[in-house]
């Protein structure tokens, strides 16, 4: 079985300052990671992938994060917050098996303060 | 490439009312899921597909049925509408490199 932990249902943070959003996920085999976004009233959009290469994934829009095997974390981050940053973000992880299902993280909410 | 559409965008059942919620993809992807999204919540899988005329369901399957009859579409069938199936539908296709493609979305109230 899987399962993905968001430690956190809200962030809020100025303009300009570092992101973080926090993922901790639980997989009985080699998972792939993601992280997507998504904007009120929207469908989802990528922002990036681990697969099992480099641990430290960079994504679109300036985001990035670092797959931690000894701590099960998946953590995204952004050094700069950009107003169009404000959106909900979903960690999912799959597992290679009949149809990679995703199994989904409750959601971050993030607010950009100006 | 138009990628993955969904219809309708919004729409209205009355308790016991049957639809349809239509899935289309022109990237030749193999594997199709259905998601629903309640307020609040990540999404959870309804059902999924492999290939043309290959089915599964997946965490929430209760009260939807799907067909797969060609590579390209996957609808979403509701056969007896119930205030609980009030969501957002999203329908995905994934590419070789195990990256899904999501539509955008289905909003449905049942009153």
């Known amino acids: 079985a899987q399962s993905v932990t968001q430690l956190d249902s809200h962030v809020s943070v100025s303009e300009g300052t570092p992101v973080l959003l926090r993922c901790n996920y639980s997989s009985s085999y080699s998972p792939s990671l993601f992280w997507y976004v998504q904007h009120p009233n929207k469908g989802l959009q990528l922002l990036l992938k681990?697969?099992?290469?480099?641990?430290l994934v960079k994504g679109i829009n300036g985001f990035e994060a670092e797959f931690k095997k000894s701590e099960t974390s998946f953590h995204l981050t952004k050094p700069s917050a950009h107003m169009s940053d404000a959106a909900e973000y979903f960690c999912?992880?799959?597992?290679?098996?009949?149809?990679?299902?995703?199994?989904f993280g409750g959601g971050t909410r993030v607010l950009v303060k100006p | 490439n138009a990628g993955v559409t969904q219809t309708p965008k919004f729409r209205i059942l009355k308790i016991g009312q049957s639809m349809t919620l239509q899935c289309a993809q022109d990237?030749?992807?193999?594997?199709m899921y259905w998601y629903r999204q309640d307020p609040g919540m990540g999404l959870k899988l309804i059902y999924y597909s492999v290939g043309a005329g290959i089915t599964d369901k997946g965490e929430v399957p209760n009260g939807y049925n799907v067909s797969r009859s060609t590579t390209e579409d996957f609808p979403l069938r509701l056969e007896l509408a119930a205030p609980s199936q009030t969501s957002v539908y999203f329908c995905a296709s994934r590419s070789r490199v195990n990256e899904q493609f999501f539509g955008p979305g289905t909003r449905l109230t049942v009153l």
């Open positions: 990237m030749n992807h193999n594997y």
């Open positions: 681990y697969t099992s290469a480099a641990t």
């Open positions: 999912v992880v799959s597992v290679g098996a009949a149809g990679n299902k995703l199994t």
